[in-house]
């Protein structure tokens, strides 16, 4: 039976110190909306690519599941090979956008919905700035350990108290 490996662009790529590095930028609200425009551009595609990339990975699941269903028999093999390489195309496109989006410090989150964190300094812990892909700015906040779900709005006193890096 042929078998369709998982080239998901979604795992962990290891611990490549130059990410490592880039990750641990802290952002003051200002700093994280003036990257908002380039990076809706980035996270656009990305979600575009990931739809595009699960599409592939189902065909050629589905392909993998004829080829069973036959015994190998009458495979076109030149065809499949082409939906693989149409698959790992976008499969290495997709990695690259996501590290060309973490490039910037921030935290590709989902991208079925297009959700970015950007790390700040609040009361003294690192939390989240979030930011949904369609929202106009970043409005909310979460804990490192609580995620979408635990959006909390960004009011006057996490303006006044949250930290980045840098100065604005």
């Known amino acids: 039976m042929a078998r369709v490996r998982d080239r998901s662009p979604f ?13 641990t930028r802290r952002f003051r609200l200002e700093e994280a ?29 589905q392909a ?11 495979v076109n093999q030149r065809q499949l090979l082409a939906q693989r390489g149409r698959r ?3 499969a290495a496109r997709l990695k690259e956008l996501i590290e060309n989006i973490e ?3 921030c935290l590709v989150k989902d991208l079925d919905i297009g959700l970015i964190d950007f790390p700040t ?8 700035l979030c930011w949904r892909l369609g929202e106009p700015s970043i409005q909310f906040w979460h ?3 609580e995620g979408y779900r635990g959006r909390k709005p960004i009011d006057e006193e996490f303006r006044r108290a949250h930290s980045g890096d840098w100065p604005s």
């Open 11 to 23: 795992r962990s790529s290891g611990s490549d110190p130059a990410r490592l590095f880039v990750m």
């Open 33 to 61: 909306e003036r990257l908002l425009p380039e990076l809706g551009v980035l996270l656009r595609e990305a979600v575009e690519l990931k739809a595009r990339f699960q599409r592939a990975e189902a065909e050629l699941r």
């Open 64 to 74: 993998s599941t004829r080829i069973a269903l036959v015994g190998g028999a009458s």
């Open 88 to 90: 790992d195309a976008l």
């Open 103 to 105: 490039l910037y410090g």
């Open 121 to 128: 300094w609040f009361q003294g812990r690192e939390v989240l």
């Open 143 to 145: 804990e490192a350990d």
